[in-house]
């Protein structure tokens, strides 16, 4: 959504690297930049003008001019401004004493609220909230069975007494707001303590749907009403967003389409021009598709400084635990990393979403966006089927696989060879990058990939895998003696070490027993090791 504009921001900012002092020239160029990225990303013209001028009176102040990095301090006093216009703190939902919470969705017809209503029920289900829907969207057609369908998936029950229409040239015949109070009561009847009520919406504001959403809201007492916006309809998100403001006074916004290739205007406008957070933002097609909206987090992505914490929180809520404790367990033993750990931590990865977003919220991902968008999301999936092409064994001990088995694998999972062999070798940087790990050499830097560490490791990401090996230096030859007695005697001294070496290795005096008594146990193995000996 904001690539453009964070483009232009980060060239902007480049130009005052370095610099030890400001000009005042410096700072009025800067500005213009700034200004021009915005309208260039449909940001209402008044919201700029407010913005440049904060802006410009801040950098043009001591806080700047007494700065050891003044380019820095500039970036800082952008990025803050920027979390100012974009409502200042996360705001979430405030739920009623004496439940149940009633919230309703109000915008225009074709912003999303029907997908969205179902992804909000499943963001409070996961919060331990008890939900339902009403689906009071009677006009639009089969609105009321992509409600059923949403909650389904979601897993939350629906109240819908009335099926709506099923065509265009049907005319609306149920009352919404009789179908908003009846779900009402059977909402406490059954104990929900939160209710999402769907509304019908318009392909333009008129009156008419502004009095229906304002009986709605009337009727039920509605402690929360969103309105949802489209992320992608530019300088209009103004104009709909201040007319729905005064006809329903609504008490939060929400962002759909935030995944879309527009510039992102409506996200740095509405919040601004209403004086109403942006609450929640809706990134893709997907039931967790659904985020609560940071307005720090948000300024971050758009300077390209990256989401760290969303990140985590993303981590957190959908890593397994006791994955995440079994391989802490195998560094503490210091076992091998092995073919079925690496699938084991690529399906938790895969747990939490779609691997570009993932990547995208990394400081400096705008700087590989095209590495991103070559990224293979079907590649994650060959690489399971190729683990699982391979024997138990092959996954515990991938040294044995050799070309037949190479050939057998790529055919049991329907992939060519250069793919098997491509994968071994990201395998086996992993293994050595997990063996550094749990000896505490700390995270080493992987070859490859270009632009962030450890990239050429990742499936799908094109210039991966084919990392070259660094050569040990070899021992520079001893020079030979000039003096012949004292070189005949240097050669005597060779033959003798090599002679003692080879007789070490015949009758494995190096682990203190000869090959024929060698037991596992009188090894010393670390646990579980005891496996690969066969």
């Known amino acids: 959504m904001f690539n453009s504009l964070s483009d232009r921001l980060s060239a902007t900012f480049k130009n005052l690297r370095g610099k030890g002092r400001l000009s005042e020239a410096d700072i009025d160029g800067t500005a213009r930049e700034i200004r021009r990225a915005l309208l260039d990303a449909d940001v209402a013209v008044p919201v700029v003008r407010e913005f440049i001028a904060k802006v410009k009176a801040r950098a043009l102040g001591s806080e700047v001019a007494q700065a050891l990095n003044p380019g820095q301090q500039v970036v800082k006093i952008v990025n803050e401004e920027l979390v100012g216009i974009l409502g200042g703190a996360t705001r979430e939902l405030a739920f009623a004493k004496n439940p149940p919470t009633v919230i309703m969705l109000a915008g225009l017809q074709g912003a999303g609220k029907t997908t969205l209503a179902g992804k909000l029920a499943h963001h409070l289900k996961n919060q ?18 992509q ?7 979601a ?15 049907e005319s609306a015949t149920g009352d919404p707001v009789k179908v908003a109070t009846d779900g009402l009561a059977e909402a406490r009847n059954k104990l929900h303590d939160v209710i999402i009520i769907d509304t019908a919406g318009r392909l333009g504001v008129d009156a008419e749907l502004m009095r229906q959403a304002a009986d709605i809201k009337a009727a039920v007492g509605a402690h929360e009403t969103l309105f949802v916006i489209d992320a992608m309809i530019g300088q209009d998100a103004v104009t709909t967003a201040q007319a729905f403001n005064e006809g329903v006074n609504f008490t939060g916004v929400v962002l759909t389409k935030l995944d879309g290739d527009a510039r992102g205007g409506a996200a740095l406008s509405v919040a601004s021009v209403t004086g109403k957070p942006v609450m929640y933002a809706s990134t893709g097609e997907g039931l967790k598709d659904f985020e609560v909206f940071h307005p720090d987090r948000m300024a971050r992505r758009i300077l390209d400084m990256g989401d760290i914490l969303s990140l985590v929180e993303q981590a957190e809520a959908n890593w397994d635990r006791g994955e995440a404790e079994k391989m802490a367990q195998k560094f503490a033993d210091q076992e091998d990393f092995t073919l079925d750990d690496f699938l084991g931590q690529m399906q938790q990865l895969k747990k939490m979403g779609s691997m570009k977003k993932l990547l995208g919220m990394m400081p400096g991902a705008q700087g590989m966006r095209q590495q991103l968008e070559q990224f293979d999301e079907s590649s994650i999936g060959r690489v399971e089927a190729i683990i699982y092409s391979m024997t138990p064994y092959e996954r515990n001990v991938p040294k044995v696989i050799n070309g037949s088995r190479r ?9 060519h060879v250069s793919e098997v062999n491509q994968l071994l070798e990201r395998f086996t940087q992993a293994q050595k990058m997990m063996k550094k790990m749990a000896g505490g050499g700390g995270m080493p830097q992987m070859p490859g ?26 021992p520079k030859p001893k020079k030979k003696s000039g003096n012949p007695a004292k070189a005949a005697q240097e050669a005597r001294e ?41």
Not at 147 to 153: A, D, F, I, N, S
């Open 494 to 534: 060779a033959e003798l070490k090599r002679t003692q070496g080879a007789a070490k290795r015949m009758d494995g005096s190096s682990f203190g027993a000869g090959t024929k008594d060698l037991k596992p146990e009188d090894l010393n193995l670390p646990k579980g090791f005891e496996k690969y000996l066969r």
């Open 147 to 153: 409600l059923q369908v949403g909650g389904k998936r």
């Open 449 to 474: 990939g270009g632009g962030m560490p450890g990239m050429g490791g990742m499936p799908g990401m094109g210039a991966g895998g084919g990392a070259s090996k660094k050569r040990k230096p070899q």
């Open 128 to 145: 331990g909230h008890t939900p339902m829907l009403i689906a009071c969207d009677l006009q639009r057609p089969n609105a009321v069975t």
């Open 407 to 415: 050939a057998r694998i790529a055919k049991g999972s329907g992939v």
């Open 155 to 169: 897993g939350v029950p629906v109240y819908a007494p009335h099926p709506g229409v099923s065509s265009e040239f």
